[in-house]
């Protein structure tokens, strides 16, 4: 099963939220950064300053009780795809 990163944070998904083809966003919130799809992560400059905002707010998760016990900031940073960072 091919995954989908968050384009601001790299929180894996089973689903793109942005389509099949990576062009229709759906809207939802990402879980982890609160991103909302097609709209803080439509452009390159909108991800990196979203991500910026979200880093300086201490990386807080939207939905804090899906935080896993053994999050890994770094590790999920690491998964943002490379066009994005």
Do not use: H
Not at 13 to 28: A, L
Not at 34 to 40: H, L, Y
């Amino acid at each position: 099963m091919a995954l989908w990163y968050c384009r601001v944070c790299g929180l894996d998904y089973d689903v793109s939220p942005w389509g099949p083809n990576d062009d229709t966003p759906d809207y939802g919130t990402c879980e982890c950064c609160g991103a909302q799809f097609g709209v803080d992560d439509y452009s390159v400059l909108s991800s990196r300053g979203f991500r910026q905002q979200w880093l300086a707010d201490d990386a807080a998760w939207f939905y804090a009780n899906l935080k896993p016990a053994d999050w890994d900031l770094e590790a999920q940073l690491a998964q943002i795809p490379e066009k994005y960072r």
